[in-house]
């Protein structure tokens, strides 16, 4: 192991410590919180240090470099997230490729997955992004869209929708963020009576490497961590 190989181990440990006491402060169990190693940062040769340190769920933004780190990594038995903004033509092979796509933002990715799930006779899983901070330059559904979202959802019988994804504002700090998580769970709160069958609401991928404890006390059940795994500290 290299130098640098050890660092990014020592810091899973780290962040686990850190989920750790989050959970706990919030009366939780750590184990109702999944770690997501964001690799988008990572040579392929970091990301599969992760995952030989156990921790085998891996989010990357970009489709593109998902499918190239999938067939790199292939023999590691990496659940792959995808975290950023799908476009419509790459939605074939990113459901051939993910375990769960947290960022699906607009009726027409819902209805284009739903199809590709159809020709490829799967039910796909999936988050509902919503922009909850309503920064324009953000991607996700305006907490206002949900409910005609969800009646559109329940004619897509290839989708199956396991809750929401949220990122906290940009330069608000944890206060913000944890204002920001506290909105996305009382949005889920809200709407988590009578859903379509194919919908629930259970899960929560809120929080990152700044703010996963206020995300964690908000009821977070998937953390989305990059920069505290893969800085390495000089
Ligand atoms: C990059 C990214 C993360 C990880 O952020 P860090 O601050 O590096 O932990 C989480 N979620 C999304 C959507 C991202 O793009």
Same mark, same amino acid.
């Given at each position: 192991m290299t130098e640098e190989q050890r660092n990014i181990a020592q810091n899973i440990g780290k962040i686990r410590e850190r989920i750790g006491a989050a959970a706990k402060s919030a009366g939780? !169990?750590? *184990?109702n919180i999944q770690l997501i190693a964001v690799?988008?940062?990572?040579?392929a040769t970091d990301s599969r240090v992760v995952a030989l340190a156990g921790l085998k769920d891996l989010g990357e933004s970009r489709p593109q470099m998902l499918f190239e780190k999938a067939s790199l990594l292939a023999d590691a038995s990496i659940r792959w997230h995808l975290i950023g903004h799908l476009q419509r033509n790459k939605v074939a092979k990113t459901i051939e490729k993910?375990?769960?796509?947290?960022s699906v933002d607009s009726i027409r990715l819902l209805e284009a997955i739903n199809l590709e799930g159809r020709k490829a006779k799967k039910t796909v899983d999936i988050l509902l992004e919503i922009n909850? !901070?309503? *920064?324009?330059e953000k991607h996700g559904f305006a907490p206002s869209d949900v409910p005609e979202t969800l009646e559109t959802i329940s004619h897509l019988s290839h989708l199956r929708v396991r809750g929401l994804m949220a990122m906290a504002s940009r330069d608000g700090g944890r206060a913000a963020a944890r204002k920001d998580f506290a909105a996305v769970r009382v949005l889920r709160d809200k709407h988590?009576?009578?859903?379509?069958?194919?919908?629930?609401?259970?899960?929560l991928s809120i929080g990152m490497s700044a703010d996963l404890e206020e995300a964690i006390l908000e009821g977070a059940t998937m953390v989305r961590v990059g920069r505290a795994i893969f800085q390495t500290t000089a």
């Open positions: 939780r !169990s750590a *184990e690799t988008k940062t990572a040579s993910t375990h769960l796509i947290h909850i !901070s309503q *920064e324009p988590s009576h009578n859903l379509p069958e194919n919908v629930s609401l259970d899960e």
